[in-house]
């Protein structure tokens, strides 16, 4: 009798507010131990990008951020900190959308999404974080340390709460992804009926993001990491940019 599939989601507890320099490989390390957990064969870790971001000294004060004139203007428009606009405007490629309360950007990373990431919830007063200069890279790097035996199949990935077009709500995204296919083609497969799929491609790294998401939340859960079990793997592996859909490809920007 076969075995149904079955997946598993535990958050980590424990950890500590981090700061800018933590070792945040190692502080993922002794709360695995403390939980009595060791990586197998085919885990995931999902890492909230907010505690990447700390560890890597994204944090800026605003205190220490002069607008230019055209944030300004901008920042009158839609409402918002000339500041945190100024840091927006710094980190994005063009404004794609603004309303009052509403500022969407095309990020230098080529992310779609409000305020290009930068967040001041569960940061302290008058800082500002940043996105990951390369949300892939930092992946990899903590993949590296906590992973030593390379033939072990341990994926991260990186999540970030996004806003959706047309649906309301948040949701978990990846922004950042090693050690597994962020993004899987089954095109050529065939489905029950024997037909060819044409046109799938699963976007298995943010299904992963928004799964633990469920775990992590957005408030004063304290729950920034989280550890998957039985998630169907799949090869070649991919980072998370491959998510990104080509310019060519984009029909609504």
Known sequence: MSVPPRLELLALDGLPLVQPGDDLAGLIAAALDRAGLVLRDGDVLVVAQKIVSKAEGRRVALADVTPTARAGALAQEVGKDARLVELILRESRRVVRQSPGVLIVEHRLGLVMANAGIDQSNVEDGFALLLPEDPDASAERLRARLVPDAAMR??????????????????????????????????????????????????????????????????????????????????????????????????FR
Do not use: K
């Not at 996004?162 to 597994?180: D, E, K, Q």
């Not at 009926?193 to 633990?212: C, H, K, N, S, Y």
């Not at 408030?219 to 079990?229: K, Y």
């Not at 793997?233 to 984009?250: C, G, I, K, T, V």
């Open 154 to 251: 341990i994926g991260i990935v990186i999540n970030d709460s996004f806003g959706r077009p047309w649906r309301r709500g948040t949701v978990g995204t990846a922004i950042g992804a090693a050690g597994l296919p962020a993004l899987v083609d089954r095109r050529g497969e065939a489905d029950l009926f024997g037909r060819p799929l044409q046109v799938t491609m699963i976007a298995l790294a943010d299904e992963i993001a928004a799964g633990a998401s469920l775990l992590m939340g957005p408030a004063a859960e304290g729950l920034p990491v989280v550890l998957l079990r039985g998630v169907p793997w799949y090869a070649p592996f991919s980072p998370a940019r491959a998510l990104l859909r080509p310019e060519n490809e984009d029909l």
